[in-house]
């Protein structure tokens, strides 16, 4: 299928592609995974020529994902402003999830889960040179500790896609609302009148420090049919064993609902248990479904035996005090990101510990020499045939003239697109594949 757009006027609104530079070039690569990425200098001579650099300057390079510049580190760096093979580009990079899905919805409170695309797991990433700095991680050596603090924020979020559900009906139709709405979205499959869902999650070594907090849960469930009356769905929320509902939601129809709740830390064992179920006014044709379940609890630090792991540290007043006794890293070389003070630890010799700033609650990632790092081959690429994105909105609108289409119908696209850039066809057209398309609309 082939889609030919004539326009008469643009009005101008935010696309998500703002971060583009016209005037430069770019290179690709797709991330399907959360973790540590590294570009080498043979990834990128191999496509320099093509793109007509003859000569990288590091502190230039720049890496775009998700609309925003990335801070990156320049492993082998000496100095010298020039892109050595001895040199590679290291970043944090995240797959893809339901960050953009939200601008789909009528009011991005109807998103079902920012945890979870409704479209695909991948996101693409850029490499280009620019006239400006790169944003780069300041570097720092570990500092020695005092007394080591005794737990993080495990964060666990389960979802799943079971089951996608169209949300609720537009008003006054008994159809589904064309736009995405409240409740259309991925969930887990729904349960019955008589039936009820358990979400089980893994919470190994909590902290039995007195200091600490209690286990928080945030959940998003809503009914999925509409069985009429006022009130036609009840859910009940419980944890572990519990006879008393720490929730109890008297509602009706397609409604969704985001709830918070917290568990005595002295109940989070080995395993935690969420379970939905229904209270005594609920329509015995009544469905309901839950989208995600996302469990935060104190851990302690010495549990961790992985060789990368994301830390979330709780809000602190004094400086963090952190030891990893049992931190994979055999090769003596470990590293700390500190994403919201864009600082890069390098911790030399066989004990992890090191300290970071006090602050607001914040992500960190610890990662030794043994981590696995996304690195060649990359399957890095030009952007688009040439590496340049083509600025359509700079044709003038009372004659751009658009073609997008699939690999299929490219031949007889282009027979179409060559008369309608000759003069008889008015000298102004774009023929535009899916995958430039999709590159052009990424963000």
């Known amino acids: 299928m082939s889609f030919i757009l004539a326009s008469q006027f643009v009005i101008a609104q935010p696309y998500g592609n703002e971060w583009i530079d016209y005037s430069q070039k770019y290179l690709k690569f797709q991330v399907v995974e959360n973790g540590i990425y590294k570009v080498t200098y043979n990834d990128i ?37 020039v892109f050595e093979p001895n040199e590679s580009i290291e970043f944090y990079a995240k797959s893809n999830d339901g960050w953009l899905d939200s601008l789909l919805y009528d009011l991005p409170e109807s998103q079902v889960n920012p ?94 420090n007195a200091s600490a907090p209690d286990a928080i849960v945030e959940t998003q469930y809503a009914g999925v049919n509409n069985p009429g009356g006022t009130i ?34 002295s109940q989070i064992a080995a395993n935690t248990d969420i379970r939905f179920a229904n209270g005594s006014s609920v329509n015995s044709s009544a469905k309901s479904a839950v989208a995600y379940v996302k469990l935060t609890y104190p851990r302690t630090y010495s549990s961790i035996h992985d060789s990368i792991r994301i830390f979330k540290l709780p809000t602190n007043s004094a400086t963090h005090q952190i030891s990893l006794p049992a931190f994979y890293s055999p090769f003596n070389k470990t590293f700390v990101y500190d994403f919201a003070n864009n600082t890069r630890t390098t911790i030399s010799g066989p004990s992890v510990e090191f ?48 073609i997008v289409t699939g690999k299929s119908l490219k031949n007889e696209a282009m027979e179409y697109a060559e008369y309608r850039a000759s003069a008889n066809g008015g000298n102004n057209c774009l023929l535009y594949t899916s995958d430039a398309a999709d590159d052009s609309l990424r963000v």
């Open 232 to 265: 036609s769905h009840h859910i009940d929320v419980f944890y572990n064993n519990q006879t008393t509902p720490v929730i109890s939601n008297p509602f009706s129809s397609f409604n969704m609902f985001n709830e918070v709740f917290s568990i005595p830390l």
């Open 45 to 81: 001579d191999s496509l320099a020529n093509s793109i007509g650099i003859d000569s990288i300057d590091p502190n230039k390079i720049q890496v775009w994902g998700r609309g925003q510049q990335q801070y990156i580190h320049i492993a082998g760096d000496d100095g010298d402003n």
């Open 355 to 402: 300290t970071m700033p006090s602050g607001p609650e914040r992500d960190i990632l610890v990662f030794s020499d043994l981590a696995s790092v996304f690195s060649s081959p990359l399957n890095l690429s030009l952007a688009s045939n040439d590496g340049a994105f083509r600025d359509y909105l700079a044709n003038s609108p009372d004659r751009a003239f658009l």
């Open 115 to 208: 945890y979870f695309s409704l479209y695909n797991d991948t996101a693409t990433y850029y490499i280009t040179f620019s006239n400006s700095p790169s944003l780069r991680y300041a570097d720092i050596v570990a500092a020695s500790i005092a007394t080591p603090d005794d737990y993080f924020l495990e964060e666990i979020v389960k979802y799943s896609s079971e089951q996608y559900w169209r949300g609720a009906y537009a008003s006054g139709t008994g159809k589904h609302d064309v736009e995405y709405t409240a409740g259309e979205g991925w969930f887990y499959s729904a349960y019955g009148a008589t039936s009820h869902k358990i979400i089980s999650i893994n919470t190994p070594n909590a902290s039995s």
